[in-house]
């Protein structure tokens, strides 16, 4: 799953400043190409060897009626040639005589979240109106944050975390096995001598396949199913705090039933049973100060980033 729409538009909002100019150079470069008037479809491909976030380029008429055909970064001409785009965002938001960039929207063409860059253009002598780049809003983030290159190792990355989440999920049902066989066992010697500790056995099994079930469902959920943002302090630190909770369970119950061992006369586990409650209690403060920090910095940092944005 690739980037979310919400990160990728806020991400565009945080580094507006920056992109604007470098769209408007991208723009301003289209025009300047020495094929621009003669065969654009030339022109746009070999800026989209420098700008590989731009998708499309066409031409409108002073009415947003688009006298070319969509061009894509390939140099490839598609259908659009004859259609009004005057309802479009690039057009209603468009300034007479000015780099126009648009609010970002879902492209028609393309199905992709993208914002549109629009200038006045003239084609020969007479052919005046304006030239259109839509630009894929991820791609476009990604290159201005630096994070092109991993994005692209990000399909290996799922393949590995989606081995490891199956063979956890294969250990739980192992551990359900193994559950099932001590209960129908601890059921046929119930008329004869049982051991009275063999249904903490049982519940030590199933604390494994609950937390090992609960470990893989996390992997599962923050780095499969959902995007997770790097580059957001809370992406890390839930991901990190709902590990540790899981971890926090597992002992917890096995410190209980260490401690019930112990009640029922085997003192030898006295000690254990309170070493690990101990561990249990410097665990979940230890989380509480990672969550109080961590929360605090971000919002630091929001505040941060938003005093810059004023300035």
């Keep these: 799953m690739g980037i979310s729409y919400l990160s990728v538009i806020e991400r565009y909002q945080e580094h507006h400043s920056v992109i604007t100019p470098l769209l ?3 723009i301003q470069s289209l025009q300047a190409h020495s094929q621009w008037q ?6 746009f491909a070999k800026l989209c060897q420098h700008y590989h976030f731009a998708e499309l380029c066409y031409l409108l008429d002073s009415n947003a009626v688009q006298l070319s055909a969509n061009i894509d970064n390939k140099g490839n001409t598609l259908h659009g040639q004859g259609c009004s785009r005057a309802s479009r965002p690039y057009f209603t938001a468009q300034q ?8 970002p929207y879902i492209s028609l063409a393309t199905g992709n979240l993208c914002v549109s860059v629009m200038a006045p253009c003239q084609q020969g002598s007479d052919n ?12 476009l983030v990604e290159y201005v944050m630096g994070d092109r290159s991993r994005s692209r ?4 990355f799922k393949a590995g975390y989606s081995v490891i989440v199956m063979s956890l999920f294969t250990l739980v049902l192992v551990l359900m096995y193994t559950v099932s066989m001590e209960i129908w066992h601890l059921l046929l010697s119930l008329n004869g001598d049982s051991d009275p500790l063999q249904p903490f056995g049982i519940i030590i099994f199933i604390t494994l396949a609950l937390s090992v079930f609960d470990l893989g469902k996390t992997i599962l959920e923050e780095e499969i199913l959902m995007h997770k943002d790097i580059f ?9 705090t709902r590990f540790i909770s899981t971890i926090l369970i597992a002992i917890s119950i096995e410190a209980l039933l260490t401690m019930f061992k112990a009640s029922l006369g085997q003192t030898e586990y006295t000690t254990a049973a309170l070493l690990m409650m101990l561990s ?9 100060v990672y969550v109080y920090l961590g929360a605090k910095a971000e919002l630091l940092l929001i ?7 004023g300035s």
């Excluded at 190792?153 to 290996?156: I, K, L, P, Q, T």
């Design 128 to 139: 005046k109106g304006y030239v259109v780049v839509d630009i894929h809003l991820a791609q």
């Design 96 to 103: 007479q005589g000015q780099f126009t960039l648009s609010e």
């Design 303 to 309: 505040q941060a980033q938003r005093a810059k944005k």
């Design 280 to 288: 249990v209690m410097g665990l979940l403060i230890g989380l509480g």
């Design 153 to 156: 190792f990000s399909g290996v």
């Design 232 to 240: 957001r302090h809370s992406s890390t630190r839930r991901t990190i």
């Design 24 to 26: 408007d150079a991208l």
């Design 38 to 43: 003669n065969q654009p479809h030339l022109a």
